[in-house]
């Protein structure tokens, strides 16, 4: 069964100076396990070694209107989306440049939209890819996604170090824009538009949402 | 390693007349796993039983305010909070009362709020019951935390049925506040606030949060 239970963090997060692990005040963790490194092959089994670690983690919520200003700053350093997906991501030290492929394919495939049937007697869901109507992303690093709680206390062992993830957040944001393009072009007229906040800014989030409806996706 | 993985469910979600698995919308869940019944005793071996399946799924999001308008209602249908926590919470099958206590517990323990320190160089993390300022909470029922992603569709095969997962509610709203009424007496003057949306209504949620901050709790 699905799990997403506090295990395999060890110790707290570094305090933050700037803003208690809001949307990007990600921290630079330190070696934490480094005196703890297996024997390897001291001990050898019979099943395969398989990492089960998850590499990133989403939680998406739809909304009909949000604005990120990202550090507070002039209005350029303000963006809005409409009708869409809010999409928090937080890449985990298992990330690769794969799980950045995974993720952009996912938010196009994964049945997340939703229309009302012709009949108006229920709602079917769309994915992304096949939305008709215009569709926006606001995507907004989150490295809080990362915590697990032990005793009292979240802890984040699991984040990747903020290097590789500002990288894999930065590829996201162009290989989604670039994905959003090509999608966009098999409905003429149909506008996909991808926003996204600033690695590491503090960032204020309005947002108004018609369900509401939050998902989680780890993978 | 801590897993979300879409595992453990394996049908749709039935369809939604009222609003895509929107705060509240929550299905009636047919019997699916009749057939699968295991054949108890059948196969014994040498590991305990333990039930590794989850019990509930919180996302929680800090605010600095938050309204929640139930069924595009006249206005006593709207509840609205000031600083404090937006908890988004779903109740799957093996939830019990014992989930609500652990639930009440836990938001009240962990350490999810941040004050600033007195030389404002970081922030520390506090707990509900130890915050020393007014704080709010705003508590959304939202089933559609409880969906996995299998190919391309969500499926809520772990949601606890509706007659439960009502009572659960209800039950968990009313602990939050008698706990919040408590723990409010510790600091004089502090005021614990418990507001919560409707079970089974639609409800628009709008909020502002400055980080954002997100996390997600299941246990």
């Given at each position: 069964m699905s799990q997403a239970t506090p295990q395999g963090v060890e110790a707290s997060m570094p305090q933050q100076a700037?803003?208690?692990?809001?949307?990007?005040?990600l921290p630079t963790l330190k070696a934490t396990n480094g005196g703890k490194k297996k024997a390897e092959g001291s001990a050898k089994t019979k099943s395969p070694k398989v990492s089960t670690a998850s590499a990133a983690r989403l939680v998406i919520q739809r909304v009909e209107t949000a604005i990120l200003v990202i550090d507070a700053?002039?209005?350029?350093?303000q963006v809005s989306i409409g009708a869409g997906l809010v999409v928090y991501v937080c890449f985990l030290k298992e990330a690769s440049v794969g799980t950045v492929a995974e993720l952009v394919d996912l938010l196009f495939r994964a049945d997340l939209l939703c229309l009302p049937n012709e009949d108006g007697s229920a709602n079917r869901k769309v994915c992304l890819a096949q939305f008709p109507q215009d569709v926006d992303l606001l995507v907004v690093p989150q490295a809080s996604l990362a915590g697990r709680l032990k005793a009292n206390a979240l802890q984040f062992h699991s984040l990747a170090p903020k290097p590789e993830a500002q990288e894999l957040y930065r590829r996201f944001i162009e290989d989604l824009r670039a994905k959003a393009q090509a999608e966009a072009?098999?409905?003429?007229?149909r506008k996909l538009r991808v926003e996204a906040g600033v690695y590491g800014n503090l960032q204020r989030l309005t947002f108004s949402s018609p369900g509401p409806f939050t998902t989680c996706i780890e993978i």
């Open positions: 700037e803003g208690c692990l809001g949307a990007s005040d700053g002039p209005p350029e350093q072009a098999r409905v003429p007229g």
